[in-house]
């Protein structure tokens, strides 16, 4: 459907775009970290391995609400499956605990939204104090959901704490995490929840239609006043 050569999609139908743009993002970006880390750059002790769950998951709850939370399930589900297929039967053993925990781990993400459903994205969005500080709650929530899933697997508190919160690999990830977000803030409608930024995209067309439209009628002056006008003396300032 089209209207004024312009093309008119439902809703639903955006939402559901807008949701696999996001998701082919975090596969993509997935598979190429996770192949450079384990195949290309194997051999090179600085090569260090970050993802972007958390940062496309915190985006995708600002757009979307709770939807984000199931990105970063889905994301520890194919670092998994990634692992046991390239690592083979070594870990077909350990397979299950894998998966619980960087599944399970990964949905604590969902405490995120908390902070958006109480501060407002608009907050988060506009003051880069906040932003910071929403990303290091997500952050914080799948470390800490992938460390207490780990000790009910038998993990030593202090270990597994140990490994989540200071790895390389996750304190990159939190880095890149912060800035892509200070980045992203500045960009119109990225960080901002779609139903909203619809409506105002919408008033805001409508707005600039009033001012363009204003005006167009002709503007016609009392002749009497016209000749006031011509009088000496008659200027009424």
Not at 11 to 20: C, E, S, V
Not at 28 to 54: E, R
Not at 155 to 163: C, D, E, N, T, W
Not at 175 to 182: G, H, I, K, Q
Request: glycine residues 8%; hydrophobic residues 50%.
């Amino acid at each position: 459907m089209s209207k004024n050569g312009s093309r008119i999609i439902s809703f639903g139908r955006y939402r559901a775009t807008d949701l696999i743009i996001f998701a082919v993002v975090l596969v993509a970006f997935g598979l190429i970290s996770f192949f450079a880390f384990t195949k290309w750059f194997a051999d090179d002790p600085t090569n260090f391995f970050f993802s972007l769950a958390v940062p496309i998951s915190l985006i995708v709850m600002i757009r979307w609400n709770w939807y984000g939370m199931f990105y970063a399930v889905f994301d520890g589900i194919l670092y998994c499956t990634l692992i046991v297929l390239s690592a083979g039967s070594a870990y077909y053993s350990d397979a299950l605990r894998y998966f619980i925990t960087y599944g399970i781990g990964n949905a604590f993400i969902g405490l995120a939204y908390l902070m958006v459903h109480w501060m407002g994205y608009k907050r988060i969005a506009s003051n880069a104090g906040f932003t910071v500080l929403y990303v290091l709650c997500g952050w914080v929530a799948v470390e800490l959901g992938r460390s207490v899933v780990s000790m009910f697997f038998g993990a030593a508190p202090g270990v597994a704490f140990s490994g989540f919160f200071f790895g390389p690999s996750e304190l990159l990830s939190l880095a890149v995490s912060v800035v892509l977000f200070l980045i992203l803030r500045k960009l119109d409608g990225m960080l901002e929840n779609q139903r909203a930024y619809l409506l105002r995209l919408d008033k805001e067309r409508q707005e600039k239609m009033i001012r363009d439209t204003f005006g167009d009628e002709p503007v016609e002056i009392d002749t009497e006043a016209l000749k006031s006008l011509n009088k000496k003396g008659g200027d009424m300032f």
